[in-house]
């Protein structure tokens, strides 16, 4: 599975559109991105995937580049509860033998009031 | 989506001695996983686990010291064995249900070892 590079913390003001960027310049044609985040003392809570589109649903927008070789979380009105840790990864496909999540580092997001 | 029931949810042990966490699922799945995340860390992969094959370990992890049982599609058990004070972290169960291209997690073990 292809490497992903994120900063490793931000901060955003409450209300604000909170823009997460991701690295994954080595991805491979058939890796999906995958966003994950994981607030404290819970398990990480799926937030959405694409493949080369973008990708939008209740939670957030992913904006994935033409090349492939970066993305963008969006989550458009931040509020506190929004305060977590993001982990970006790729991924081939989920019914693929050879697919599984491997997280990386991620970015630890701070909603400021 | 799945509702994933990890016990214990924490647990106390001593060093040298053995616990095994249970994962229940409230609906049958193809693909478990566990991971273990040590304080302050991300998530790192132990081991995915299919029902009816050997679970398949990551580089690290070997069976002798991390047994897997996978009985159905339901459940799964990962124990740690021989533990050592380096095995205190949280370890979560997570599943990925046919078709729905992602991962639910359960609420993780908290286990620290003395």
């Known amino acids: 599975d292809a490497k992903t590079t994120q900063p490793p913390s931000m901060d955003c003001a409450e209300g604000r559109a909170a823009n997460l960027p991701c690295n994954h310049s080595t991805i491979s044609g058939n890796e999906y991105v995958y966003w994950y985040r994981q607030i404290h003392s819970q398990g990480p809570q799926y937030i959405i995937h694409?493949?080369?589109n973008n990708e939008t649903n209740e939670m957030a927008s992913l904006i994935i580049t033409e090349d492939r070789k970066s993305s963008t979380l969006i989550l458009p009105h931040a509020t506190l509860r929004d305060t977590a840790v993001y982990y970006c990864i790729v991924r081939v496909a989920w019914y693929s033998s050879a697919s599984k999540i491997i997280f990386g580092s991620g970015t630890r997001l701070s909603i400021r009031p | 989506s799945a509702v994933i029931s990890q016990k214990p949810s924490r647990d106390i042990c001593q060093r040298g001695t053995s616990l095994t966490i249970q994962c229940q699922v409230d609906?049958?799945?193809?693909?478990m996983f566990w991971y273990r995340q040590q304080p302050g860390q991300s998530l790192t992969l132990i081991a995915t686990a299919n029902q009816g094959s050997e679970a398949t370990y990551e580089s690290g992890f070997v069976i002798d010291k991390f047994p897997i049982s996978r009985p159905n599609l339901t459940f799964s058990t990962l124990t740690v064995s021989n533990m050592s004070p380096e095995d205190s972290s949280i370890y979560l169960c997570?599943?990925?249900?046919?078709?729905?291209?992602?991962?639910?997690f359960g609420s993780g073990t908290q286990l620290s070892v003395l």
């Open positions: 609906s049958q799945v193809t693909m």
């Open positions: 997570s599943v990925e249900e046919s078709g729905e291209e992602k991962l639910f």
């Open positions: 694409g493949l080369k």
